[in-house]
């Protein structure tokens, strides 16, 4: 029996159980994959947008701008990157220009600060790649990069430490509600009863919805295709570039990462399949045309990854947060599609009071509100690496050669609150296997540390849960 179930451990999920693991009450989260951070919020533009994009006075517009202002502190107090690069909007037609002061406008009335009109001139000297054809630009210096996965499970990791329970490997197949008002989860790993359900399932937000309610939702997947340029790639621009807006959303964006690649992307293909994650080469055929338009010669001979994600695109094209009419107790997160990651923290913010305004919380006494991130090597000088493999002597040997990850960081990951089991849990949580080889190197030897660790055979090992196991069976017998 929980106060409150959510359903979905993405950014959305993680940030409301954060906030609700704060106050005295019983919080399980409901996850249908083996960790967190395996949906929309695995695969995005890693961007915190400035918040000029979105209608004035919908809950994209206020909750991007509130979520832009309180990731400084959230990112300090989960010890991960963040920084505040800008991002310009450019226009390469002359017609278009009045769109660039509508946007201007409309980020002004949703109170984005700092936003500045640049001419052809002004946006060549900071971005000397933009394309020839560049008229203009909008200026937006607080949109910023940051990494989800470690934004993700950053806060899952907080509202793990603070009491909030996480149910991996556990779809929700139905949910009644009893005469008493309380509500039982039906899932693959038994039954939960909750006092509260807040729905916080992706693209799957609508399926959620319409097991209780009679007003039926629907929600669209649009497939993003990306690709992941090698470090070699990432100073070619400075700020996160942007094409002009359309109705199907910002367009192809060129930026760099925090770990110093550069990323183009997303394409915006509407798909009815809610697993559909697959690229196709028509798809990374349309970025790269599209993101030429506005940045020349970018340096596609050095992508190392293509990979694409969903987003969840409600009819009504705005989020839908709040209670069902039709179902009380039952709160919808739903259509959070671009900028959910920016507004995450925002949207944990709102459903707390939504709950608060129908439980009367109560906080908590000695709430955790900093956590420290795996401990990384990359940095270090040669004196404090030889301090660390004093201490720890895991820490000198390296496992990831592209990214310089060693076994001691490895190790790290699989212990700490939420530890990864997966080989793609290790790679979100320390990028061994993100690099220019894409594990083709370290996968075997991550592998032998997490059956070490534990204590399961090579056949068990998966790259992501379910049925993606790396090694079918046994060849010949060990010595």
């Known amino acids: 029996m929980y106060d409150v179930v959510i359903i979905g451990a993405g950014v959305t999920g993680a940030a409301i159980a954060s906030e609700l693991a704060k106050y005295d009450i019983k919080t399980c989260i409901l996850e249908k994959c083996s960790d967190v951070c395996e949906g929309t919020s695995k695969a995005n533009s890693a961007i915190i947008h400035a918040g000029y994009d979105a209608a004035e006075g919908s809950l994209k517009a206020k909750l991007n701008v509130r979520g832009n202002e309180m990731m400084d502190k959230l990112c300090e107090d989960l010890d991960i990157p963040f920084k505040r690069i800008g991002s310009l909007v450019v226009c390469i037609y002359k017609e278009a220009l009045p769109g660039l002061k509508e946007l201007y406008d409309r980020g002004i009335k949703n109170g984005v600060k700092g936003l500045k009109l640049l001419s052809r001139e002004e946006a060549l000297t900071m971005e000397p790649n933009l394309s020839d054809d560049t008229q203009g630009a909008l200026f937006a210096p607080s949109a910023g990069i940051i990494c989800p996965f470690e934004l993700n499970i950053g806060m899952a990791e907080i509202a793990a430490m603070n009491g909030a329970e996480f149910k991996l490997n556990t779809e929700v197949k139905d949910i009644k509600k009893d005469n008493d008002g309380k509500f039982r989860i039906i899932t693959s790993n038994g039954e939960y009863t909750a006092r509260y359900v807040v729905n916080a399932a992706g693209v799957y937000a609508d399926v959620i919805h319409n097991m209780v309610s009679t007003q039926k939702m629907h ?162 000088s040669t004196e404090e690496m030889n301090l660390l493999i004093k201490e720890n002597p895991a820490y000198g040997n390296v496992i990831c050669r592209c990214e310089s990850i060693t076994e001691g960081e490895i190790l790290d990951a699989i212990h700490r609150p939420l530890g990864a089991t997966t080989l793609d849990g290790i790679k979100r949580r320390t990028r061994a296997g993100m690099g220019r080889c894409q594990a083709g190197f370290c996968m075997p030897r991550t592998m032998e540390i997490l059956s070490r660790e534990l204590g399961i055979k090579y056949e068990d090992i998966t790259k992501s849960g379910g049925s993606s196991n790396i090694v079918l069976e046994r060849t010949k017998e060990e010595a």
């Open 219 to 380: 929600i669209t997947q649009r497939r993003g295709d990306y690709c992941l340029l090698d470090k070699q790639a990432g100073g070619y621009v400075n700020h996160v570039i942007f094409p002009q807006p359309t109705e199907l959303g910002k367009g192809v964006l060129i930026s760099p990462t925090v770990h110093g690649n550069l990323i183009v992307g997303p394409t915006a293909i509407e798909t009815e399949d809610k697993e559909g994650t697959g690229t196709t080469a028509e798809g990374i055929g349309e970025l790269t045309q599209k993101a030429g338009s506005h940045v020349k010669n970018i340096p596609m001979n050095k992508v190392i990854t293509s990979f694409a994600g969903l987003r969840a695109h409600e009819d009504g094209n705005d989020f839908i947060i709040g209670e069902a009419e039709d179902v009380p107790g039952f709160i919808d997160c739903a259509g959070i599609e671009s900028p959910g990651l920016s507004s995450c923290p925002a949207i944990g913010e709102m459903v707390c009071v939504i709950l608060d305004k129908l439980m009367n919380l109560k906080k908590k006494e000695n709430v955790i509100t900093k956590r420290k991130a795996v401990r990384r090597t990359e940095g270090l």
